[in-house]
């Protein structure tokens, strides 16, 4: 089976027709993505030696919809594609992609099914601090970019009362107290305040129902962490909690890194706890995981820093939800590479990215706050001097649905993605 050169439809949805699938039934892949304003179902089949895309559905998602609907959009897409190739993608009585086994007529199922999924929403932080020019501020400028929607900040006063900050947490309802306040080198006095501060929370936050509890997170000075995390599981009965680094560092500055992590990391917990996505993990055989949409976009913008041999490379994926921002960049005396992610809301361009280099890497609809570059980025090592594209654009949006292949087949992805997702400077594939 020949294809010809991809290109992106008019109406987006719709790949090229093929007549028969079934000599790659055995070795195609299907791509899955589930977001909440969007599911992705992409077909992935060998074409002359090299991966290619030979067609994908989305189907959109109004705001209102949760995660089982989120979860019934992605069986649909497939269902189109289905359609579209008249092959068998579904099985109907398993509930879940249908897999190629030996015996089968070839173009019943796919080799390997991949899904990629967060139907998690941002988490809701509720945040106490000290001071607002203090460690407030230091703690505003931490959950920039995270995973999270701060809902509410508290700084306590004369006449602070522990029933009423329960209800202020009964009816905001934050997945997440956050608790801020204090250098690393503070005088006895100003830790003994900072305690204070989460005793106070504690107690209020203790007395909410057990199901309605936050999980607990300190990330103020870091020799107080362990005795608030030891007060906080003392009160509620060993609930959860995590300490961050200091968002205050010790110059002075502010500091996300640590606090971002953890808040992926409980973001991407909640996540697999819903139904929805325990159901779309089934649907995979053992040697496959189930990834976050965030893992995937990051992993295929490190893969293309590689191919491309850049010194660095800022990529964006514009959802209709979320705006992820991703730079990964080369650290010659290591053998890992610098990585740096953050989440806004679409259409911000907030302080934190003002040290980033330029977009050069889009996945979706290009936003008009990042300019597209005219000049082409720097080149490492011998290659130095091949010309290169300002940007590659891919106006789908699926590339991290294709990258959630890139655990078990990563030069897969870099070729459906040069050969059919990703356009130099918006024109032409970079295989062209």
């Known amino acids: 089976m020949t294809l010809s050169r991809l290109q992106p439809p008019a109406s987006p949805g719709h790949g090229p027709t093929a007549n028969s699938l079934a000599d790659f039934a055995p070795q195609s892949i299907l791509a899955l993505a589930a977001e909440p304003r969007r599911a992705a179902a992409v077909l992935i089949e060998p074409v002359e030696e090299i991966h290619r895309l030979v067609g994908w559905q989305t189907v959109e998602l109004s705001e209102q919809a949760g995660p089982n609907e989120s979860k019934?959009?992605?069986?649909?897409?497939?269902?189109?594609?289905e359609s579209q190739f008249s092959i068998a993608l579904w099985d109907v009585k398993k509930q879940r992609p249908r897999l190629h086994t030996p015996g089968e007529a070839a173009f019943d199922g796919v080799g390997q099914a991949f899904a990629?999924?967060?139907l998690q929403p941002p988490l809701r932080v509720w945040m106490a601090g000290l001071s607002g020019g203090g460690s407030l501020t230091a703690g505003e400028a931490a959950l920039a970019g995270a995973l999270c929607n701060p809902v509410a900040t508290y700084l306590p006063g004369p006449y602070q009362s522990t029933r009423a900050l329960t209800g202020e947490l009964q009816a905001l309802r934050p997945d997440v107290i956050l608790i801020v306040g204090g250098r690393e080198q503070i005088a006895p006095q100003s830790q003994e305040q900072v305690m204070a501060l989460s005793r106070l929370v504690i107690e209020a936050a203790a007395a909410?129902?057990?199901?309605?509890?936050?999980?607990?997170?300190?990330?103020?000075?870091?020799?107080l962490a362990g005795?608030?995390?030891a007060s906080w599981r003392q009160a509620t009965g060993g609930g959860e909690a995590a300490a961050a680094g200091n968002v205050f560092t010790a110059s002075g500055s502010y500091s996300a890194t640590a606090l971002h992590s953890v808040l992926e990391r409980l973001h991407w917990q909640r996540s697999l706890s819903l139904p929805a996505m325990q159901d779309i993990a089934g649907w995979l055989d053992q040697t496959v995981e189930l990834s976050s949409t965030h893992w995937a976009f990051a992993q295929a913008v490190r893969l293309w820093r590689r191919r491309q041999q850049l010194p660095a490379l800022h990529g964006l994926y514009a959802a209709e939800d979320r705006w992820l921002h991703v730079w990964t960049w080369e650290m010659p005396d290591q053998e890992r590479e610098g990585l740096r992610i953050n989440c806004v809301r679409p259409g911000e361009r907030p302080d934190i990215l003002a040290d980033w280099p330029p977009v050069r890497l889009v996945s979706g609809r290009w936003p008009a706050q990042w300019p597209r570059p005219s000049q082409p980025p720097p080149v490492l090592g011998p290659q130095g001097s091949k010309a290169l594209p300002a940007y590659w654009w891919d106006p789908l949006g699926l590339v991290p649905a294709v990258a959630g292949i890139g655990r078990n087949a990563p030069e897969a992805v870099l070729q459906v993605l040069t050969a059919d997702l990703l356009m130099e400077n918006g024109r032409e594939f970079a295989a062209a």
């Open 227 to 229: 005795a608030a995390l």
């Open 72 to 81: 019934a959009a992605l069986v649909g897409a497939i269902s189109r594609l």
């Open 116 to 118: 990629v999924a967060d």
């Open 208 to 223: 909410l129902p057990e199901g309605n509890r936050p999980v607990f997170c300190f990330a103020g000075n870091s020799q």
